[in-house]
């Protein structure tokens, strides 16, 4: 079966009582069991059967096969946010004493989990420029327990080699770690890219339109014991398993991932190519332009398709502000892949607590702002683009 087939018709593992043709959501959190001695081989984890809803519930393990029948990945993890999928994998890799080696290219959030949270825990972060071989082969040692990536870096919309950092991780045994929430894992396979794990933001294309959080863990198997620790000691003792109401919700987002997602990406290169045209910008990131220096690479990795995160640069602050003022269509938010068009300034929001020193470093500009595409008619979109950029002081 093809991909979009796949995403309507894996079926339940088991037969419905009423044999309802969408997954129906169990709220139970906990299950009954016939006999003793049956029940203690569940809890033994010998039987793979939901006993308690934060390790185990049918209508997230359903959501997981999906995505385990999408990526032909060997295990699936589902989590109550990405950024619960992006702890446990970095936790169930680390130790104190060990290093995780990635860039300062990295989403808010995760930056700030490698360089304080896991710092505070003894794990050091090695932060390189991951699109340069040497300097990542310079940092790698003994101690180092992963590299960890973006695969379309957020808002720098840089993309590293994952072929070339495979092939150095292959050489010292530990894993390849990709956050892949900018290009939906339909699009391409993570396997064949190099990776051993991906991470993902279902909050973001999954969820089918901004109606839930959550986040994956794909696992292509490559590292027993760390998917060992994933299962059990990750989803049991963190407790960031997803709930039942939004892996219903996400289910239902796989199944329109396809036709919306392919809808976006359409959009959002033409509103890359709209922008790329306006005197006032002064530049885009867009990875499906052939003039961002990444094209071909991601092209190589992700296809043919290149997601809906546009940003572009206007001359400075005020101007950005100006035209995150003037916006009457696009919606003043965070958040990506909404069926809304949103726009925010990451400089002063998403990066808003880290320092100005540090942001300089990690290359987040006063100047840029991000778009999320959406399902919108494009006609309109541009209209409001065009009034907000020309009233935004840089016309002037
Ligand atoms: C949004 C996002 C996250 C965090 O996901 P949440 O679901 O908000 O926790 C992580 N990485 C990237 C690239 C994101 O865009």
Same mark, same amino acid.
């Given at each position: 079966m093809k991909k979009s087939t796949k995403a309507i018709h894996t079926p339940y593992e088991r037969r419905d009582a009423w044999d309802s043709l969408q997954i129906p959501v169990y709220n139970s959190m906990a299950y009954e069991f016939d006999d003793a001695a049956y029940m203690s081989e569940v809890f033994s984890g010998k039987v793979i059967v939901p006993d308690y809803s934060r390790v185990l519930n049918p209508t997230v393990m359903h959501f997981e096969d999906r995505v385990k029948a999408l990526t032909d990945a060997k295990e699936v993890s589902a989590f109550n946010s990405g950024m619960a999928a992006i702890s446990a994998m970095l936790i169930s890799v680390a130790e104190a004493g060990k290093n995780i080696v990635s860039s300062r290219h990295m989403f808010g959030n995760t930056y700030l989990l490698v360089t304080r949270t896991?710092?505070?825990?003894?794990?050091?972060?090695?932060?390189?420029?991951?699109?340069?071989? %040497?300097?990542?082969? *310079?940092?790698v040692d003994e101690n180092t327990c992963c590299i960890f990536l973006e695969s379309v870096t957020n808002p720098q919309?840089?993309?590293? #080699?994952?072929? =070339?950092?495979? !092939? /150095?991780?292959?050489?010292?045994?530990?894993?390849?770690?990709?956050?892949?929430?900018?290009?939906?894992?339909?699009?391409?396979d993570g396997r064949a890219i190099g990776l051993d794990f991906q991470v993902v933001s279902s909050t973001k294309y999954i969820s089918? $339109?901004?109606?839930?959080?959550?986040?994956?863990? /794909?696992?292509?198997?490559?590292?027993?014991?760390?998917?060992?620790? /994933?299962?059990?000691? =990750?989803?049991?003792?963190?407790?960031?398993?997803?709930?039942p109401q939004a892996a219903y919700m996400q289910v239902l987002g796989l199944e329109t991932l396809g036709v919306r997602y392919k809808r976006q990406a359409e959009s959002a290169k033409e509103i890359a190519e709209f922008l790329e045209s306006l005197p006032e910008v002064k530049?885009? $990131?867009?990875?499906?332009?052939? *003039?961002?220096?990444? !094209?071909?690479?991601?092209? *190589?990795?992700? $296809?043919?398709?290149?997601?809906? =995160?546009?940003?572009?640069?206007?001359?400075?602050?005020?101007?950005?502000? #100006?035209?995150?003022?003037?916006?009457k269509l696009l919606h003043r938010?965070?958040?990506?892949?909404?069926?809304?068009?949103?726009?925010?300034?990451?400089?002063?929001?998403?990066?808003?607590?880290?320092?100005?020193?540090?942001?300089?470093?990690?290359?987040?500009?006063?100047?840029?702002?991000?778009? *999320?595409?959406?399902? %919108?008619?494009?006609?309109?979109?541009?209209?409001?683009?065009?009034?907000?950029?020309?009233?935004?002081?840089? $016309?002037?």
């Open positions: 896991l710092a505070r825990l003894g794990v050091e972060a090695r932060l390189v420029d991951l699109c340069n071989a %040497e300097e990542v082969e *310079s940092v919309t840089e993309v590293a #080699d994952t072929k =070339m950092l495979s !092939h /150095i991780a292959k050489k010292w045994g530990f894993p390849l770690i990709a956050d892949t929430t900018i290009i939906p894992f339909t699009e391409f089918g $339109g901004a109606t839930c959080m959550g986040g994956l863990i /794909i696992d292509y198997g490559n590292f027993p014991v760390i998917s060992e620790r /994933i299962k059990k000691e =990750m989803v049991f003792n963190l407790g960031g398993y997803l709930n530049g885009v $990131g867009y990875i499906g332009l052939e *003039s961002h220096p990444d !094209h071909n690479l991601a092209k *190589s990795l992700y $296809g043919e398709t290149a997601g809906a =995160m546009v940003t572009f640069e206007l001359k400075d602050i005020e101007a950005c502000y #100006d035209f995150i003022n003037s916006l938010a965070t958040n990506l892949f909404d069926n809304r068009s949103l726009a925010i300034h990451p400089y002063s929001t998403i990066f808003a607590t880290i320092s100005d020193e540090e942001k300089r470093e990690m290359d987040v500009k006063p100047t840029t702002i991000r778009l *999320s595409i959406g399902l %919108e008619d494009t006609d309109d979109l541009k209209e409001d683009l065009l009034q907000a950029i020309k009233g935004s002081g840089n $016309g002037k």
